[in-house]
């Protein structure tokens, strides 16, 4: 499986941004997939994960009501929707996919300015 992110770029404040994440992979993507952020100075963290099924998706507490992660098996496709965003938000934004062994994007730059 590769991951290729798509999206991204400079922000304020308040703004909305969406991204998205395609998986080229032969098979039905019956796997988990979402996206883990990086600030500098700081861990990996996951920000917003998506079931096989699309059914059960969990959310970092921060980004509740704000991030909306969806997943198009069609195009194999997860798509994040980001909004109100935050300067605290800014970091890379790394897509998953919980294959064995994780599959990590190349991740891509997401900056909020005051």
């Known amino acids: 499986v590769q991951l290729v992110e798509s999206g991204g770029g400079l922000v304020q404040a308040g703004g909305s941004l969406n991204v998205s994440c395609v998986a080229f992979?032969?098979?039905?993507?019956?796997?988990?997939m979402g996206w883990y952020r990086q600030s500098p100075g700081k861990g990996r963290e996951a920000v917003a994960i998506s079931g096989w099924d699309g059914e059960r998706i969990i959310y970092l507490e921060s980004v509740k009501g704000r991030f909306t992660i969806s997943r198009d098996y069609t195009k194999k496709t997860v798509h994040r929707q980001m909004k109100s965003l935050k300067p605290e938000d800014t970091a890379t934004y790394y897509c998953y996919a919980a294959t064995s062994p994780r599959t990590w994007g190349q991740g891509i730059q997401v900056p909020v300015s005051s």
């Open positions: 992979d032969d098979g039905s993507m019956v796997y988990d």
